[in-house]
């Protein structure tokens, strides 16, 4: 079993719908949770980040974690095209020396359709 | 800041050549990652640099596959010799390692490489 999966999709939406994003991971050591969105040819970018359980907000985002079923979640409400893009979540974990490494799901492709 | 910096952005090379990709990190940062990204395995963290030190390189695929970080200011991955399965798109990305765990990788606009 990997450690995070991440439906690849592809989805696709009519603007203005409300769009959720999954992933489920295994490795209890994760305590911070991230969405990364990728667009078309483009590296990807850091969207949002979460520690605890429970919801943030930013804006027309809400990311969503549930510890206790290792499970996390992406919200976009009244979804625009420009939101079209493939959305990786990743999780760090402590790797000594100093440094963090990042576990990515395999990302979702979304396309918001005007 | 100009960002993570990659070259080039486009590579096609024949089997057996060597490959040489690019990367220079965001000035002040001191860890420096090397990604490959396929539709099939997503994107794959293949070795990472702190302080110039190599810290991990258990992704990397095979001895084919070698990279440096002579500078702080410079990284390379090189391939050697590529094969038509090395074709990926393959990032780099920095960042400023910090106790937290919520380090923020920048990410670069990726290397797309195709070995005919």
């Known amino acids: 079993q990997k450690e995070v999966e991440q439906d690849p999709g592809p989805l696709s939406v009519p603007e203005g719908a409300i769009v959720s994003l999954n992933c489920t991971y295994s490795n209890s050591a994760f305590q911070y949770f991230m969405w990364y969105r990728q667009y078309s040819r483009k590296g990807p970018e850091l969207l949002m980040y979460?520690?605890?359980?429970g919801n943030k907000e930013d804006g027309r985002f809400t990311a969503q974690v549930d510890k206790s079923s290792k499970y996390i979640s992406l919200f976009i409400r009244d979804s625009q095209p420009s939101d079209s893009a493939t959305y990786l979540c990743a999780m760090p974990q402590y790797s000594g020396a100093g440094s963090y490494q990042l576990t990515f799901g395999k990302g979702t492709k979304l396309s918001v359709i005007p | 800041d100009a960002g993570v910096i990659q070259s080039p952005r486009h590579e096609v090379t024949e089997m057996g050549q060597e490959v040489t990709l690019r990367c220079k990190p965001i000035?002040?940062?001191?860890?420096l990652f090397w990604y490959r990204q396929t539709m099939m395995r997503g994107l794959e963290l293949l070795i990472y640099?702190?302080?110039?030190?190599?810290?991990?390189d258990s992704g990397m695929p095979e001895d084919r596959f070698s990279a440096k970080m002579p500078n702080a200011s410079f990284s390379t991955l090189k391939i050697q010799p590529s094969e038509p399965r090395d074709s990926a798109v393959y990032f780099c990305?920095?960042?400023?390692?910090?106790?937290?765990?919520?380090?923020?990788?920048?990410f670069g606009p990726g290397t797309r490489l195709t070995v005919l």
């Open positions: 640099f702190n302080n110039n030190v190599p810290i991990d």
């Open positions: 990305a920095s960042s400023l390692a910090t106790s937290l765990s919520r380090d923020t990788q920048y």
């Open positions: 000035s002040g940062h001191n860890s």
């Open positions: 979460t520690y605890s359980s």
